[in-house]
């Protein structure tokens, strides 16, 4: 997402706080802030985080600790979302149109593609290079009941 793009992590992790904190007082919502909160709501885990400010804008989540990084999990619903609303990459509305068929969890599909996106991301990191759209969409067709 071009907005997500510029910040840095305490930037990114303010959003999220500050569409939870407007949500829970009933407040209007910009559209960005309305996705998030959508998120969010999917994940009653991650909530009691995001209202403590302190102990969430510098905190680090790491494997090695036995955490998941909840911003990390929910951006990347996020862009699971994006690429489906944009249909980028190329394909990937239809791969998920065909998904749906088979599985019925919505929510349980976009973490199946996560895993594939995540996974994409990381070789993308490794190699110095863009994803590569074309892998990351036989791993998407690849996706089992």
């Known amino acids: 997402m071009p907005f997500f793009h510029d910040q840095d992590r305490a930037g990114l992790r303010r959003l999220y706080l500050e569409a939870w904190r407007k949500a829970r007082e009933g407040r209007p919502l910009e559209p960005l ?20 400010h302190s ?15 909840p911003f990390l999990h929910m951006g990347l619903h996020l862009a699971i979302r ?9 394909g990937v509305r239809a791969v998920y149109q065909r998904l749906a068929g ?8 976009e973490h199946r593609m996560m895993d594939r996106l995540a996974e994409a991301l990381w070789h993308a990191q490794r190699s110095g290079m863009p994803p ?14």
């Open 132 to 145: 590569d759209e074309s892998a990351y969409l036989r791993s998407l067709r690849q996706i089992e009941r």
């Open 55 to 69: 102990a969430t804008l510098d905190r680090d989540f790491t494997p090695e600790q036995g955490q998941s990084n």
């Open 33 to 52: 802030e309305n996705q998030i909160v959508g998120v969010i709501e999917l994940h009653p885990e991650y909530q009691p985080l995001l209202v403590d």
């Open 82 to 90: 994006e690429q489906l609303a944009t249909d980028r990459p190329a």
């Open 102 to 109: 088979r599985i019925d969890d919505r929510h349980e599909l």
